[in-house]
């Protein structure tokens, strides 16, 4: 019997460091296939042809922080990834890129800058006023005292204004401080 079970847990070791081996290997793949294609679309400064591997890119990053999601190094390839997407014009993805950032990885340093550009995505680029207002007030919620905060708080103020009502702001607030 107690022969048996020393089998088990033998059998159970092995296997154990097999698994841990297969997954160490298939973490280095990966990250060498992504830094393959971050050297591929760093090297020629054309979108045209950088589409498909800059659109592979995001898929492979997405993938790793998905596979190995306490990583480290996960933070900043969803933040990159969104900023890619972004570039292509992808803003629904980067969006949704950006908020796994601040909602899975809320303590990292790049939590917040990921908040912020969430927001900036949906008043620049999706034009969503309402969109835009909710994350820039989730931004100002969860971190009040982070340096971009000032930033914010102007911005909620002109978040979905006109040219003209932006002027008539302006014109009003420098009557008010006269």
Not at 132 to 153: C, I, N, S, T
Request: aromatic share 8%; proline share 4%; net charge neutral.
């Amino acid at each position: 019997m107690k022969l048996q079970i020393a089998i088990l847990v033998i059998s159970f070791a092995f296997l154990t460091a097999s698994c841990q081996q297969q997954a160490s290997g298939k973490k280095e793949q990966a990250l060498a296939r992504i830094d393959s294609l971050e050297k591929i679309i760093t090297s020629d400064p054309d979108v045209i042809k950088n589409m498909k591997p800059a659109n592979e890119l995001i898929k492979q990053m997405e993938a790793y922080a998905n596979a190995f999601p306490q990583d480290s190094l996960v933070p900043e390839m969803l933040v990159k990834a969104g900023e890619i997407a972004r570039g292509l014009g992808k803003y629904d993805k980067a969006t949704e890129l950006l908020k796994s950032v601040w909602t899975n990885y809320g303590e990292h340093r790049l939590a917040p800058p990921a908040l912020f550009l969430q927001a900036f995505t949906y008043d620049n680029d999706l034009r969503d006023s309402t969109m835009a207002v909710r994350y820039y007030q989730e931004f100002l919620k969860r971190y009040p005292d982070h340096e971009l905060a000032g930033q914010v708080r102007q911005l909620v103020n002109v978040v979905g204004k006109s040219p003209e009502e932006l002027i008539k702001l302006y014109k009003n607030q420098n009557r008010e401080e006269q």
